[in-house]
Nanobody, 129 residues
Framework: QVQLVESGGGLVQPGGSLKLSCAASGFTLESYAIGWFRQAPGKEREGISCISKSDGSTNYAEDVKGRFAISGDSAKNTVYLQMYDLLPEDTAVYYC??????????????????????WGQGTQVTVSS
């Protein structure tokens, strides 16, 4: 049974950092692409990053590029999203999602939620002073 569990959210001041975790079970990271998404109040869910260890690719949305870094630990079957220089507009519920990886999936479609089959429950990130 595929399961994704996010953790690491919380309250942080503008300019601060947080590291989110997405612990996966029921599959291995070597075969699946993992995406991070977020949904702010009153807005649609948006894709922010993707990683696929099968082809070594990553992808980022423009508004987080240079501030967020995605990585995966195969031994722990966990994907991380390190977030730096956080802004109030980064406030949202953050979700991770998984899909069986195909070549170039992250680069081409990795930020589109319709591509993903499995979702976690989300973790709240609030950026406020």
């Amino acid at each position: 049974q595929v399961q994704l569990v996010e953790s690491g959210g919380g309250l942080v001041q503008p300019g601060g950092s947080l590291k989110l975790s997405c612990a996966a079970s029921g599959f291995t990271l070597e075969s699946y692409a993992i995406g991070w998404f977020r949904q702010a109040p009153g807005k649609e869910r948006e894709g922010i990053s993707c990683i696929s260890k099968s082809d070594g690719s990553t992808n980022y949305a423009e508004d987080v590029k240079g501030r967020f870094a995605i990585s995966g630990d195969s031994a722990k079957n966990t994907v991380y999203l390190q977030m730096y220089d956080l802004l109030p507009e980064d406030t949202a519920v953050y979700y991770c999602a998984a899909v069986l990886a195909i070549q170039d999936m992250c680069v081409v479609d990795g930020l589109f939620e319709g591509e993903y089959d499995y979702w976690g429950q989300g973790t709240q990130v609030t950026v406020s002073s």
